[in-house]
């Protein structure tokens, strides 16, 4: 099982990135996707998350509204675009994926999430 993260790089305050996660050798249906983020001297934080099959979706109140994460099924890649990113949005991004589940809705735990990719460092700077 790999989760390999792409994208990140340094941008400006009010720019946009979009990061990718292609996911290999794991099948994405009834697990929860998500992507966390952790900057330094920080606990990880949950970005986004979705259910598959359900489509319930849900995003931290820090970037509900710049944020928005999709998922395309027949390539099995996860997308995280990021609008209007600010400083505070700097840290490094992770994806992620549960064990199977039965629960209809994702969650922004990071503890729930089993498999992770390596990260990919996004900077906001002027």
């Known amino acids: 099982v790999q989760l390999q993260a792409s994208g990140g790089g340094l941008v400006q305050p009010g720019g946009s990135l979009r990061l990718s996660c292609v996911v290999s050798d794991l099948a994405l249906a009834s697990r929860r996707i998500g992507w966390f983020r952790q900057a330094p001297g920080k606990e990880r934080e949950g970005v986004s998350c979705?259910?598959?099959?359900?489509?319930?979706?849900d995003y931290g109140d820090s970037v509900a509204g710049r944020f928005t994460f999709t998922w395309n099924t027949a390539r099995n890649i996860l997308y995280l675009q990021m609008n209007n990113l600010k400083p505070e949005d700097s840290a490094v991004y992770y994806c992620a994926a549960t064990r199977q589940t039965l629960l209809p809705r994702c969650a922004l735990d990071h503890t729930d999430y089993y498999y992770w990719g390596q990260g990919t460092q996004v900077t906001v700077s002027s």
């Open positions: 979705i259910r598959t099959e359900t489509g319930w979706t």
